[in-house]
């Protein structure tokens, strides 16, 4: 894998489809490379924008691009079973859970794949994808992802680093409601379950689920590295207050874990001298697009007009490609921009 070109930015300025277009872009100055594209925001929009369905299945869209909108549902369940599996385990080796049937019956519709949390979930299919002793069939050498406003985009970012955390967490959470739930029990059956207590397979289940947890720690440690080493961070914005200041917290945020390149500033009226209003709402951005130009001065800033028709197909996405990048025939500008 050459590059990870993450986009990211309040909802509703367009990453998707400025995901789409670099995608498309860097397709055609690239023809020899495999690129994937990757839809972490809840509303998916690549099948639109490309007019294919794609849903959770790595899909080819041309000759060289390929994408995916996740179902982190389905993924979760792919990658964490077999450590829940061993956690339930694990629990109904508890003595009191044999004395008491329905904390079984809990502990099987509520430690599941899909109580898991929402980031936790995406994070580790994208982990999954990025992994380099991963066993794909398909290798790619460049991958961009569409990521979801910041607070979640933070989440996919520090997962990795804090993964083996987040799950043991999450499981002492679990783990420490049975606790509770039994206390009294545990007092009243004490000695009675005791000559039933199986120290040994208690004992070797832990083990298993320790290797497992470490194999998910050294994951984490290769993809956080991963993402430092070949990573890039675009923020989209559009020329609005609340866009610039996100793309503001959004920098700060992240600095830990990728290296932040570019700045898109997106949907920028044209100018007219038929519509008033299109003069009136252009001088408004035209400030916001200087101040984003002043506070994001060391990177490279691209800025795209407003499509007169939204960017649909090949077609529609090569304009908008054209709108954000020009005549860029050099795909190092785009994959490795200077300020």
Known sequence: MEKIIVLGG???????SISAATAVKLADLLPDKKILLISFDMAHNLTDLFNTEIGNKITLL??????????PNINAKKYTNNLITKMKALMKEMPIVGLIPQLETFMDTTFTADSIPL??????FFQEILDAE?????????????FPPTGNMIALFEIPEDQVKVILKYSLNFYNSIKEAVREFSKLFRKLIRPF????????????????????ERRG???TDLIHTIGSLR???????PSFEEIKRARDLTKKYITLEGVHINMITPQSKKCQFCTNTRSIQLNYIEEIRNEFSNLKIWESNRLENEPFGLNGLKKLAHEVYGEIINPDDILNPKG
């Open 134 to 146: 991963n066993k794909q069939s398909i290798q790619f050498d460049i991958i961009i992802a569409d």
């Open 62 to 71: 041309s000759e060289n691009i390929w994408a995916i909108e996740p179902d």
């Open 10 to 16: 309040k909802g509703g300025v367009g990453k998707s």
């Open 221 to 223: 440690e290769r993809i």
């Open 119 to 124: 980031a936790l979930k995406n994070a580790m």
């Open 197 to 216: 207590d199986d120290y040994e397979k208690r004992k070797e289940l832990g083990k298993e689920i320790f290797q497992m947890l470490e194999e998910l």
């Open 235 to 241: 923020l989209v914005t559009i020329a609005e207050k």
